[in-house]
C-alpha cells in the first residue's frame, strides 16, 4: 500500500512537471565567464541583464533533472527513503552543473509564487494596534513567537501572507501565514498556538484545526501547527526544510 501511494505520488508530480514544461522557454542556458546566453535553433544571444528570461532557463534546467529523477524512482521496485530524499530541490541544484547550483535559489521558484507575494490582500482588521513587531522586510505581526517565524520564512525567501483573509467552507478565517511553497506553488497554512493560557483558546484552537482539516488540510503536509515549545531554531528550521522547501 504504501509503495502504491509513493508510486502515484511520483506519478503526479511528472504529470505537473510535464504540465509547467509546456510554458517553458526553448532552447537552453549557457554562461561564459560572467555573461549569460539563450541557445536556441543553432543561434545565441545574450541576455545577462535579463534577469526573469535567466530564471526561467533556470527553472525549466530543474524541471528536467527533478523530471529524470523521479522517472528513475518510479523504475526501482522498491522505493528507499535515500531515493526520495535526493530528490529534494537544494539536494537537486547542488547536483546541477556550477553554472546553475551557483545561482540564487529564487531563480529555480515556481513561476507563480513571486507575483503572489507581490499582490495586495485583505487583512484581518481586528485590532491593528496590537501588530507591532517588525519583521526584518517590515511586515508587523502581533506577536514575538510570530516575528520568529516570519523572519525565519523571510530568511529563507518563501512568499507567505500574515494575518491574511481566507473563505474556508464558507466562513472568513485568518490563518497566521499562509504560504506558498516555492518550488511548487501549493499553499500551506501555518498556525502558531501561543495563548493556550487564555480562558477559551484552546475551544477556538480546535474549532480552526476542525475546519482546516475538514477542509482537506493535511497536518505536516499543507498544515502546520506549532507552540511555544516548537520555537527553537532547529525545529522550525526543520518544518520549513522537510514541508515548505520540499518538491
Known amino acids: 500500500m ?19 514544461l509546456k510554458n517553458a522557454p526553448s532552447g537552453r542556458l549557457v554562461k561564459k565567464d560572467d555573461r549569460y546566453y539563450h541557445a536556441a535553433h543553432g543561434i545565441e544571444a545574450g541576455i545577462t541583464s535579463n534577469y526573469d528570461f535567466i530564471a526561467r532557463l533556470a527553472r525549466k534546467k530543474y524541471l528536467l533533472t527533478l523530471k529524470k529523477m523521479l522517472e528513475n524512482s518510479m523504475k526501482i521496485s522498491s522505493l528507499k527513503s535515500s531515493t526520495v530524499i535526493s530528490c529534494a530541490p537544494n539536494g537537486l541544484i547542488n547536483k546541477l552543473s556550477p553554472t546553475f547550483r551557483n545561482m540564487p535559489r ?51 525567501q518563501i512568499p507567505y501572507r500574515y494575518d491574511a483573509e481566507m473563505i474556508i467552507k464558507g466562513k472568513k478565517m485568518y490563518p497566521d501565514f499562509v504560504i506558498k511553497k516555492p518550488f511548487t506553488g501549493e499553499t500551506v497554512i501555518w498556525e502558531h498556538f501561543g495563548a493556550l493560557h487564555l480562558e477559551g483558546y484552546e475551544k477556538r484552537m480546535n474549532e480552526k484545526m476542525q475546519t482546516y482539516i475538514a477542509q482537506g488540510l493535511t497536518p505536516f503536509e499543507t498544515l502546520i501547527y506549532t507552540f511555544e515549545f516548537d520555537l527553537t531554531k532547529t525545529r522550525l528550521e526543520t518544518l520549513i526544510e522537510e514541508i515548505i522547501m520540499s518538491y
Not at 2 to 11: C, S
Request: zero cysteines.
Open 2 to 20: 504504501k509503495l502504491q501511494k509513493e508510486f502515484a505520488l511520483l506519478q503526479h508530480k511528472l504529470l505537473a512537471i510535464d504540465e509547467e
Open 106 to 156: 529564487n531563480y529555480f521558484f515556481h513561476p507563480t509564487v513571486v507575483p503572489w507575494q507581490k499582490s495586495e490582500y485583505k487583512q484581518n482588521a481586528y485590532r491593528p494596534e496590537e501588530k507591532k513587531y517588525e519583521s526584518n522586510q517590515g511586515i508587523l505581526v502581533r506577536s514575538k513567537s510570530e516575528l520568529i517565524i516570519a523572519n525565519l520564512l523571510e530568511e529563507y
